[in-house]
């Protein structure tokens, strides 16, 4: 099977990435089912590179469709460490201009019902999650943005929604209450997935709208989000092939052990078959002497 270190997972406008050489695909099913397209592998500036178009080719998946635990199993299946996932975003904030890049470091959940675990079936894990991205990515990311000569904003807190309709005004504005300054609908469940998987995670959040809280301005439409994106594609692909080019040869964050102080349930009763699925995630632990319970 192909393998690649590192991920990009492409929203909205971003369907693909430019210069991938020595190209393979790879179409993997999952006991979550099959990811949301299959997946592109090839070769970037000496870098092995697995690319996932998040809402499949033609962007036909609804976020509250995607197939988000298949599609970050499949990707810890190829040997996948970093995910670096270009999302579209609304600002709630005027300093965020569209076509601007934020580099988020918090999120607020209001998505509804969305499976967000691998565990289960007998076998209970909690990650923490306080830190919802991966700190050496994020500044990775920061600092090729800036390079990159984006117009980039370091930091930020990240309302994710259900969707698929867009804000009210009166949601747009509690968000703003309680100091958020983005919206979109997809960095949520993959964040907490990707934690779970122990796989460095991070956003790179492209500003599309001003959402629909900023008087004097167009409320956001689909059309404006293309147009926009249109715009950012470029130095956002400039922006990931940089942090591509600094990504450390060895992990020491917490993502790469998160789930360590994380597995409630001794191993050796977990169900057979649920060790088996979960097998690309949990193994070196189960490895390990068998817990007290």
């Known amino acids: 099977m192909a393998r690649a270190r590192v991920a990009v997972i492409g929203g909205s406008g971003f369907y693909q990435m430019d210069g991938l050489t020595d190209v393979e695909e790879?179409?993997?099913?999952?006991?979550?089912?099959?990811?949301?397209?299959?997946?592109?592998i090839g070769t970037l500036d000496g870098v092995r590179v697995a690319f996932l178009p998040r809402h499949g080719r033609g962007h036909r998946i609804l976020p509250s469709e995607l197939p988000a635990r298949a599609n970050i199993y499949a990707l810890k299946t190829l040997g996948?460490?970093?995910?670096?996932?270009?999302?579209?975003?609304?600002?709630?904030?005027?300093?965020?201009?569209?076509?601007?890049?934020?580099?988020?470091?918090?999120?607020?959940?209001?998505?509804?019902?969305?499976?967000?675990?691998?565990?289960?079936?007998?076998?209970?894990?909690?990650?923490?999650?306080?830190?919802?991205?991966?700190?050496?990515?994020?500044?990775?990311l920061w600092r090729s943005a800036q390079e990159a000569r984006a117009t980039v904003?370091?930091?930020?807190?990240?309302?994710?929604?259900?969707?698929?309709?867009?804000?009210?005004r009166a949601e747009?504005?509690?968000?703003?209450?309680?100091?958020?300054?983005?919206?979109?609908?997809?960095?949520?469940?993959?964040?907490?997935?990707?934690?779970?998987?122990?796989?460095c995670y991070a956003v790179l959040a492209c500003v599309t709208d001003y959402d629909c809280w900023y008087e004097g301005h167009e409320s956001v439409t689909a059309e404006m989000?293309?147009?926009?994106?249109?715009?950012?594609?470029?130095?956002?692909?400039?922006t990931v092939r940089l942090a591509l080019s600094r990504l450390p040869a060895h992990r020491d964050c917490l993502c790469a052990s998160a789930l360590r102080d994380a597995l409630v349930t001794p191993l050796d009763i977990v169900p057979q078959e649920t060790k088996r699925n979960l097998a690309p995630i949990i193994g070196k632990y189960m490895t390990s002497e068998p817990r007290g319970s």
Request: charged content about 20%.
């Open 225 to 238: 989000i293309v147009s926009n994106l249109a715009k950012t594609v470029a130095v956002a692909q400039r």
């Open 80 to 140: 996948v460490e970093f995910i670096i996932a270009v999302s579209a975003a609304g600002s709630l904030r005027q300093e965020m201009e569209p076509q601007h890049l934020v580099v988020p470091d918090q999120l607020i959940d209001r998505t509804k019902g969305r499976p967000d675990t691998f565990f289960g079936q007998g076998l209970a894990a909690h990650i923490a999650f306080a830190e919802p991205f991966c700190p050496v990515l994020r500044a990775n």
């Open 172 to 199: 747009s504005n509690l968000y703003r209450s309680w100091a958020a300054d983005l919206i979109g609908m997809t960095a949520l469940p993959e964040a907490k997935l990707a934690r779970e998987a122990e796989v």
């Open 26 to 40: 790879a179409r993997l099913t999952t006991p979550f089912g099959q990811p949301s397209d299959a997946i592109v």
């Open 153 to 168: 904003h370091n930091g930020g807190t990240l309302v994710v929604m259900e969707g698929p309709p867009f804000s009210t």
